[in-house]
């Protein structure tokens, strides 16, 4: 297993660095720069910028640069001279050294913010909403998946894949400003946009207060983008688990005289969650990351909207800060969605 | 198999990238020759890269820039032109006062909160990206007559789109916030929010431009029975519904020297599908053509957004339905499209222009005279026009000068038919009883001037995404500039409402015979402050004695946008005005 897991990571440099050069040639193939405003810029201004961010120089070097300052870590002395030499990670070594790595760049939108930044402040509020969003959707969607399986063709079966069903189709820009206008408009039980944490966050991701001033406004959105997710989970689950139900091995298993619920619980249902499980990794990949729509709609400072915003903008770095970061987000999901099959069903080994 | 296929891809994709970014040694330049039928390809060499400045020849061009602390408080300023708007530029943010001791120790970061230095009627607390900024009343703002000290303790701006905006407002939680137009119908029916709602000018015009070098746009009469053909109130009422006014000309009533309607009814062009047919008629007869058939193919392009497509849509089916025409409608991307219009513009484009500065100058004759922002995307050069609008730059007297910006605009919309003018913008906004407020006239508020009478924080939507930045030498949007203006005040400063010209910073000046120097003389004894956590404090210095605004200041400012490393988008606009800007942000070599 352990090498196999290492298989894996060696396998992820190499998709990552391919994505890279991908995005690179494309980001560079779409007419239109960053420094083209409505307004023209005098053009000795953007020889200039053009020069400080590397924008003139041939397109493989501008690459190389990029690929040296994102991986190989550097030791300076003393504080970055310029925002253009600033890393994610900073280990302060003896004397005024300093280990730096990771450096993805600045961003030609905001003078004052690179794009570690820009991931630093504003992916951990995705982070917080999605992983909300997620265990919404797996409360939800499992159980729900679980009584309409075992209960086929009931009142609960229709009315579970109802519900699904409404989950599915009612799309996060339509439920969204319903829910915003019932619960905050109209009662004002929750508050209708905003997020209850900002920047620093402790061990990169977790929000410095914890209280209720920091759930109330994670309920809406949490529950506009989980519900649509926790309709494919049901489903999911409940076809899975009427297929594990028809076994030999659950017929045994009843023989031996065990109770329904352990039955359900110990032997289908975790034979029937490999499917979910797969579908899972995906999506906490894509919800983790930000979602643009509901991020937009609740007013809540993610990273979403700098996917979007950022190819509009022509902000190089941003670009491709964004997709890595996906990229990366994406393959451990998947990573641990195959070590999670073979502990889910043992007669998957890896070598 | 896949991997050989993978390592295929990975060579290929590597090859074409140096391929691409080889650059040709040899330039080919195709020559028309006057006279000739064809053209003829000539091969020359690229200009080699202009000589890098020495240092030294650099700090000349800094000294160059004609702005001088003579002593602390004062400072002398000197001017291309004896224009009438100078005193309106020297105001603007992108001249206002910067901290030069904290630029330099902090470089680019220099404006985030924590370390962020002011001096105005407001200071900032907190800015946290993309969700809100919040400024705090600074109590050592002495308070002038353009702006006096701070009756609301504390601003917060928030970061929302439209539509949760209003939510937001409709829920309590905002004090003003523009109506999105999905609400409008409802906002201007509800007992309550109608009485809140306010329809106010916006300094910005939506236009039409023509490409007048490309057949058959190249023709006046076509454009002309185009424009007259457009029917503008009935645009607004039925597609926009904000409440716009129907644009005669381009450069926005209230700005100074702009023509009123009032004054000049009949200036410029308005709907009269008699007078268009009219037109056409003139075109077709001149052309040879019987049937409007015959007219080639025109296209009409606007950048891709809902809005602009209804629009496009909506006037099409105008020009279909009284003249006959059918254009061709397309859209592109932003980006692409700024490119499409500097590089082979099309026949007929679409643009809006919004205020720098509440001149005429920056409207008629920044963007349309010979040199200006869209002077590839109309090719339309016009010597007299030009003449027109330097001259009318100079003019004092108010009325004389009116009348020449009418003569322009005249010729710019009907004689020469440039462009279409189609609507001024409006900006519509609720706000709630308890907040008494001005409503600006020249793009961002001066709350300053406002006052609350439940409550001592005011929460306002400055719009969706985050603020861009609060250094006033890059700032460009209104939203950055509503912030900046409100933390830092320049030389002089405008009354929004009525738009006359004030003294800000400086409390007097004196000009020379030529009127082309200024001397400004400061007001004294306003310290920079700073958010320290709790309050706002004084800045001090190393010898721990407070730091006031002086004359250096606004010098440091004035040479820091002019300079090419700070690459200011604004600073063309210092560049037209102060002497010496315009070489150094053009300096070549730097």
């Known amino acids: 297993m352990g090498r196999y897991i290492a298989r894996r990571f060696l396998w992820t440099v190499v998709v990552l660095l391919v994505l890279s050069l991908v995005t690179f040639a494309l980001e560079h193939a779409v007419p239109g720069g960053p420094f083209d405003r409505e307004k023209k810029l005098p053009s000795e201004i953007i020889k200039n910028l053009e020069a400080r961010y590397h924008l003139d120089e041939p397109y493989w070097k501008q690459y190389l640069r990029f690929l040296y300052d994102a991986l190989i870590p550097r030791i300076a002395k003393g504080e970055p001279k310029s925002l253009l030499e600033e890393s994610l990670i900073d280990i302060k070594l003896w004397d005024d050294y300093h280990l730096r790595w990771v450096n993805l760049g600045p961003s030609y939108s905001s003078r004052s913010r690179t794009v570690n930044d820009i991931i630093r402040e504003q992916l951990p509020v995705s982070f917080q909403l999605g992983v909300a969003a997620l265990t919404i959707a797996v409360l939800i969607g499992i159980p729900m998946g679980i009584i309409a399986g075992l209960k086929q063709n009931t009142i609960w079966d229709y009315l579970g894949m109802s519900i699904a069903i409404f989950g599915v189709s009612v799309p996060v820009i339509a439920l969204g400003p319903i829910l915003v206008w019932i619960f905050g408009v109209m009662l004002k039980w929750l508050p209708p946009t905003g997020w209850g944490a900002k920047p620093p966050y402790i061990l990169f991701f977790i929000p410095k207060d914890l209280s209720w001033n920091f759930w109330r406004y994670v309920i809406m959105p949490a529950f506009a983008l989980g519900l649509g997710q926790s309709a494919i989970i049901a489903r999911l689950t409940r076809a899975s688990l009427l297929q594990v139900i028809r076994e030999d091995y659950i017929r045994t298993a009843r023989a031996k005289g065990l109770p329904e619920r352990i039955v359900v619980l110990r032997h289908a249902l975790r034979n029937s969650l490999i499917p979910v499980v797969t579908v899972l990794g995906p999506m906490f990949a894509a919800v983790v990351t930000g979602t643009f729509v509901t991020e937009q709609i609740f007013g ?16 190089y770095p941003v670009i491709m800060g964004t997709i890595l970061l996906y990229a990366i987000f994406l393959v451990l999901a998947n990573l641990a969605v195959d070590i999670t099959y073979a502990w889910l069903d043992p007669r998957i080994r890896y070598e | 198999m896949s991997k050989k296929w993978s390592i295929v891809a990975i060579v290929a994709v590597l090859a074409a990238l140096v391929v691409t970014s080889c650059k040709p040694q040899v330039q080919t330049v195709v020559v028309t020759v006057p006279g000739k039928t064809e053209q003829v390809v000539v091969t020359a060499t690229p200009e080699p890269a202009p000589k890098k400045l020495t240092d030294e020849e650099k700090q000349a061009l800094i000294d160059g820039v004609a702005a001088k602390a003579l002593d602390d408080y004062t400072l002398q300023v000197t001017f291309t032109t004896p224009a009438v708007y100078n005193l309106n530029i020297i105001g603007m943010w992108v ?16 404006t985030e909160a924590g370390f962020n230095q002011s001096y105005g009627p407001y200071a900032l607390k907190e800015w946290v990206h993309d969700a809100y900024v919040t400024i ?5 703002w002495p308070g002038i007559e353009s702006s006096p000290q701070a009756s609301i303790e504390e601003i917060k701006f928030t970061m929302l789109d439209a539509s949760p905006a209003f939510a937001e407002y409709e829920a309590g939680n905002l004090d003003v916030a523009g109506v999105p137009l999905q609400d409008m119908e409802r906002v201007k029916a509800d007992p309550v929010l109608s009485k809140e709602l306010v329809i106010g000018p916006m300094a910005c015009t939506y236009y039409y431009g023509f490409n007048t070098s490309k057949p058959p746009m190249d023709n006046v009469h076509l454009r002309r029975a ?14 926009l519904k904000g409440g716009q006014q129907p644009a005669q000309w381009f450069c926005r009533p209230g700005m100074a020297g702009c023509p009123t309607p009032e004054k000049y009814p009949d200036l410029g062009v308005k709907y009269d599908p008699e007078k268009a047919r009219a037109e056409l008629k003139a075109y077709m007869d001149e052309m040879g053509y019987t049937d409007v058939s015959q007219i080639p193919e025109i296209i009409l392009m606007f950048n891709t957004s809902e809005s602009h497509r209804r629009i496009a849509e909506a006037i099409s089916a105008m020009w279909k339905e009284t003249l006959g025409i059918q254009v061709t409608v397309t859209n592109q991307e932003w980006k692409v499209y700024l490119k499409t219009l500097q590089e082979d513009s099309p026949h007929i ?10 001149d005429a100058n920056n409207w008629t004759r920044e963007v349309f005279a010979i040199g200006g922002h869209e002077e590839n995307a109309t090719q339309w050069r016009n010597e007299e026009f030009t003449k027109l609008l330097e001259q009318a730059a100079l003019e004092k007297d108010y009325n004389k000068r009116q009348d020449m910006y009418a003569q322009a605009e005249q010729i710019l919309v009907w004689e020469d038919a440039a462009i279409a003018p189609i ?18 006239q020249h793009g961002h508020e001066m709350m300053e001037k406002w006052s609350l009478s439940e409550g001592n924080i005011l929460r306002v939507n400055l719009g969706p995404g985050d603020v861009p930045t609060l250094d006033p030498a890059l700032a460009t949007d209104t939203s950055s500039v509503q912030v900046i203006d409100m933390l830092t005040v320049g030389l002089t400063r405008l009354d929004e409402v009525t738009l006359e010209l004030l003294p800000g910073m400086a409390e007097r000046w004196e000009v020379s ?20 956590g709790t309050e706002v404090e004084q800045v001090l210095d190393d010898e721990g004695n407070p730091r006031f605004v002086t ?20 600073a063309y606009v210092l560049g037209f005005a102060v002497k010496g800007c315009n070489e150094l942000l053009n300096a070549e070599g730097w």
């Open chain 2, 423 to 440: 609507y001024w913008y409006t900006r519509v906004t609720c706000t709630k009883p308890y907040v008494k407020r001005t409503f600006s």
């Open chain 2, 349 to 358: 484009w679409r643009l809006g222009w919004c205020m720098d500065y509440p």
């Open chain 2, 226 to 239: 185009l424009s007259l053909a457009i029917d503008r109130q009935g645009l607004i009422d039925n597609v």
């Open chain 2, 136 to 140: 705090v009343k600074n109590p050592f």
């Open chain 1, 300 to 315: 809540i400072p993610g990273l979403g909207k700098y996917f979007i915003v950022s190819v509009t903008n022509r902000d």
């Open chain 2, 95 to 110: 001249a206002h006062a910067m901290p030069k001791w904290l630029i330099e120790e902090k470089g680019d970061r220099w």
């Open chain 2, 551 to 570: 004359a250096h200041d606004f010098e440091y400012g004035i040479k820091r946008t002019c300079n090419p490393d700070t690459a200011s988008d604004y």
């Open chain 2, 513 to 532: 015979e030529d009127g082309l120097t200024y001397t400004f003389y400061l007001r004294q004894g306003i310290p920079w402050v700073r958010w320290n």
